[in-house]
């Protein structure tokens, strides 16, 4: 059973930056894809972008694309959320996922076996 651990929210101003990161412990098996996902208050969980493990190959949410950027440190068995031009409504828990089947990358909460807590993360002036 893979354990994800999730840390780097915060409070953050109109665009601002933050960086998330998230590791993955206790399975020796690789991910095939690392997904990060947000769910703000009174909203379905949505998502915001994954990279493939092997090939690094990210895809992004377009509501995201161009601001945030999703990378990894194998060595570490960790993926990071570097996301930039923060807005309000970016506001929500965002979550790490990690799909362990060989198939092709999904962009549904489905899609994905393991997750972590979620680390809380505000945009507010």
């Known amino acids: 059973q893979v354990q994800l651990v999730e840390s780097g929210g915060g409070l953050v101003q109109p665009g601002g930056s933050l960086r998330l990161s998230c590791t993955a412990s206790g399975q020796t098996t690789s991910p095939y894809t690392m997904g990060w996902f947000r769910q703000a208050p009174g909203k379905e969980r949505e998502f915001v972008g994954f990279?493939?493990?092997?090939?690094?190959?990210?895809m992004y949410a377009n509501s995201v694309k161009g601001r945030f950027t999703i990378s990894k440190d194998n060595a570490k068995n960790t993926v990071y959320l570097q996301m930039n031009g923060l807005v309000p409504e970016d506001t929500a828990v965002y979550y790490c996922?990690?799909?362990?089947?060989?198939?092709?990358?999904?962009?549904?909460?489905?899609?994905?076996?393991?997750w972590g807590q979620g680390t809380q993360v505000t945009v507010s002036s």
């Open positions: 990279i493939r493990w092997n090939s690094g190959r990210p």
């Open positions: 996922a990690a799909d362990h089947t060989p198939k092709d990358a999904g962009t549904r909460a489905v899609d994905f076996d393991s």
